[in-house]
């Protein structure tokens, strides 16, 4: 399998800055998303990386390894809108398809 | 606004029944999916299609079949052979083939009687 670790759950206060990691395993990598899924809904793409480095997208920016099978999502001035569960989705080119993470619930307090 | 319709919503079924979950895009994407999500886990692939008339098993399709004899259409049918059908079922499109979904719909839950 892929192997793909996130933490279950993490906690922030509003305003703050929160970072979500994910590890996965390289062989056959081909890049990676992230995905916000609110309760009960479907999830919305945030970001997809192919390329080491930070990329920035307004309050979220993903960081991709590929080296070190890493990635990480950070969000800046947290809102409370940004409670939801974020899933790390790596792609595989030797399967030709991407594998979803458990999610990590991110629970915003005022 | 273009998009993808999941219906319904809720759905319930009882034991031994077979029932159909329908997808509807308007986006145009050749390749739907569907996918199935478990409380506290990540979305599994159950059935994917990349063409009209062509559909391919993903890793849970033991006790599911699909059809899609349209571009728009990709339904999803839970037989009785699934023997923990209740989930939350999530149909996707991407505009090519290459198994990243890039819309979602909003998800069918389904229930056992």
């Known amino acids: 399998g892929q192997n793909i670790d996130q933490p279950t759950e993490m906690t922030a206060t509003e305003g703050a800055i929160v970072q979500i990691n994910c590890t996965y395993q390289t062989s056959g990598f081909n890049g990676l998303f992230w995905y916000q899924q609110h309760a009960g809904e479907a999830p919305t793409f945030l970001s997809y990386n192919v390329l080491d480095g930070l990329e920035e997208k307004g309050r979220f920016s993903s960081f991709l390894s590929r080296s070190k099978g890493y990635s990480y999502l950070l969000l800046k001035e947290l809102q409370m809108k940004d409670s939801a569960s974020y899933l790390c989705?790596?792609?595989?080119?030797?399967?030709?398809?991407?594998?979803f993470g458990s999610g990590t619930r991110l629970s915003i307090r005022p | 606004d273009g998009g993808i319709t999941q219906s319904p919503k809720y759905l319930f079924r009882k034991e031994g029944q077979n029932v159909t979950l329908s997808c509807e895009q308007n986006?145009?994407?050749?390749?739907m999916y569907w996918y199935r999500q478990d409380p506290g886990q990540g979305l599994r692939l159950i059935y994917y299609s990349q063409i009209v008339n062509d559909f391919q098993k993903g890793d849970i399709a033991e006790g599911y079949s699909v059809s899609r004899e349209k571009k728009e259409s990709f339904p999803l049918t839970v037989t009785s052979a699934q023997k923990n059908p209740t989930a939350f079922y999530l149909c996707a499109s991407s505009i090519d083939g290459a198994l990243r979904p890039q819309h979602f719909g909003d998800g069918t839950r389904l229930s056992i009687l």
């Open positions: 986006l145009n994407h050749d390749a």
């Open positions: 989705a790596p792609e595989y080119s030797s399967a030709s398809k991407i594998i």
